[in-house]
């Protein structure tokens, strides 16, 4: 069974840091491109960034660029999400998300995200 | 506000048929697939339908999406009351960034 179970959540205040990890299993991590999507409680989905197997191709929402750093360790199948001048509306459920992908023409996209942690919560307040 | 654009409600009664909009922009819908997500309520997101109107395995044939131009709908047939949940679309961007809508909540009757 594929699981990604997520951890580093808290509480933190204003200006401060947290990074967050997600650790794969059942699944071959390397094959896959993966992503953190976040959502802040009673609100919708927001996605925050992705990264690709390899590392070579990385993207920010425009809220969080320039303060959060995603990467990966193919040799421990983990995710990481270090987060930087953390603000209130940091506040949210953060989910490790799997990035299903698919390739045609001799290239590979992005695609549907077809597995998904529990998250965790990271509340950002003084 | 999000990208894509959705209802906030959509309501129907067991074993009637039920569709939910998103709306877009020829950056994201009118470019890229759409894919939709189902959250029941305290859970994770699940995905439901991807690439326009594929199902995973698992899901099923009653949950059906569709796109035309810069729009989508999912459909949904034979309401059951587990279907009651939030249903999000989504679409890549050309800034290769992801865009959700901003949820539509489906209350059956």
């Known amino acids: 069974e594929v699981q990604l179970v997520e951890s580093g959540g808290g509480l933190v205040q204003p200006g401060r840091s947290l990074r967050l990890s997600c650790v794969a299993s059942?699944?071959?991590?390397?094959?896959?491109?993966m992503h953190w999507v976040r959502q802040a409680p009673g609100k919708g989905l927001e996605w925050v960034s992705g990264i690709s197997w390899n590392s070579d191709s990385i993207a920010y929402a425009d809220s969080v660029k320039g303060r959060f750093t995603i990467s990966r360790d193919n040799a421990k199948n983990s995710l990481y999400l270090q987060m930087n001048s953390l603000r209130d509306e940091d506040t949210a459920l953060y989910y490790c998300v799997k990035d299903k992908g698919y390739c045609t023409g001799g290239r590979c996209y992005s695609d549907a995200f077809d597995i998904w942690g529990q998250g965790t919560m990271v509340t950002v307040s003084s | 506000q999000s990208v894509l654009t959705q209802p906030p409600s959509a309501s129907g009664t067991p074993g009637q048929r039920v569709t939910i909009s998103c709306s877009g922009s020829s950056s994201n819908i009118g470019s890229n697939f759409v894919y939709w997500y189902q959250q029941l309520p305290g859970t994770a997101p699940k995905l439901l339908i991807y690439?326009?109107?594929q199902r995973p395995s698992g899901v099923p044939d009653r949950f059906s999406g569709s796109k035309s131009g810069t729009s989508a709908s999912l459909a949904i047939s034979g309401l059951r009351s587990e279907d009651e949940a939030d249903y999000y679309c989504?679409?890549?961007?050309?800034?290769?960034?992801?865009?959700f809508g901003g949820g539509t909540k489906l209350t059956v009757l």
């Open positions: 059942g699944l071959t991590f390397d094959d896959y491109a």
């Open positions: 690439r326009n109107n």
């Open positions: 989504a679409a890549w961007d050309d800034s290769l960034t992801k865009v």
